[in-house]
């Protein structure tokens, strides 16, 4: 079965520090891909990003980066410098081979004080 | 290009009462779904369409009914609503090759 833990429920941090999401997953499946969405207080899901189980590499997009680590099932999301746009909750989500829905994890509410 | 849309946004029914909620994409992709998303709980899925004519249960199928007659729509109806169905409501769709799901706006469904 597959399982996706977002472990942190709320994060508050201020202005300019870095603040690391957690996520990690589960399943018995070697080919699966792993995402992370945003949903900013108007309520709409945005994609930021998919990575699919061959590849480790990690990945940066201006502030944001995702450390994806086979050995520990996790799939880290980190913000660097951190802006009041950025309060949110994110989403990470997996799904299996084949045209199989994905898991959501139950979100981490992300709150950045000025 | 509208995307994936839902209608309503809003909603408020009485028990028993019964209601479709609208789900149309103009993106031609085959795979649809519904999630609702209730506080601490994330998104759940409903149901799922991997085409015309097909259709699968998700985790949280029931009171739900669904169905698929053509690519772009796939209504989610209510038959008797319960107050455990106030929720937010998402409808999905994505393209081929694990492409990213393209959510609609959602509707806010408030059930007393």
């Known amino acids: 079965a597959q399982k996706v833990t977002q472990a942190q429920t709320e994060i508050s941090v201020v202005e300019k520090e870095d603040v690391t999401l957690d996520c990690v997953y589960e399943t018995r499946d070697t080919t699966y891909y792993l995402f992370w969405y945003k949903q900013p207080p108007s309520g709409e899901l945005v994609f930021l990003i998919r990575?699919?189980?061959?590849?480790?590499q990690n990945e940066i997009s201006g502030r944001y980066s995702w450390n994806f680590q086979k050995s520990t099932s996790s799939f880290n999301f980190t913000i660097t410098a951190s802006q009041v746009v950025d309060s949110a909750v994110y989403f990470c989500?997996?799904?299996?081979?084949?045209?199989?829905?994905?898991?959501f994890g139950k979100g981490t509410r992300l709150s950045v004080i000025a | 290009n509208a995307g994936v849309t839902q209608t309503p946004k809003f909603q408020v029914l009485k028990t028993g009462q019964s209601m479709t909620l609208q789900c149309a994409q103009d993106?031609?992709?085959?795979?649809m779904s519904w999630y609702r998303q209730d506080p601490g709980m994330g998104l759940r899925l409903i149901h799922y369409s991997v085409g015309a004519g097909i259709t699968d249960q998700g985790e949280v199928p029931n009171g739900y009914n669904v169905s698929r007659s053509t690519t772009e729509d796939f209504p989610l109806r209510l038959l008797s609503a319960a107050p455990s169905q106030t929720s937010v409501y998402f409808c999905?769709?994505?393209?081929?090759?694990?492409?990213?799901?393209?959510f609609g706006n959602g509707t806010r469904l408030t059930v007393t």
């Open positions: 990575r699919n189980s061959f590849d480790e």
């Open positions: 989500a997996l799904s299996n081979s084949g045209n199989t829905p994905l898991v």
């Open positions: 999905a769709s994505r393209g081929q090759g694990h492409s990213p799901l393209h």
């Open positions: 993106m031609n992709h085959e795979y």
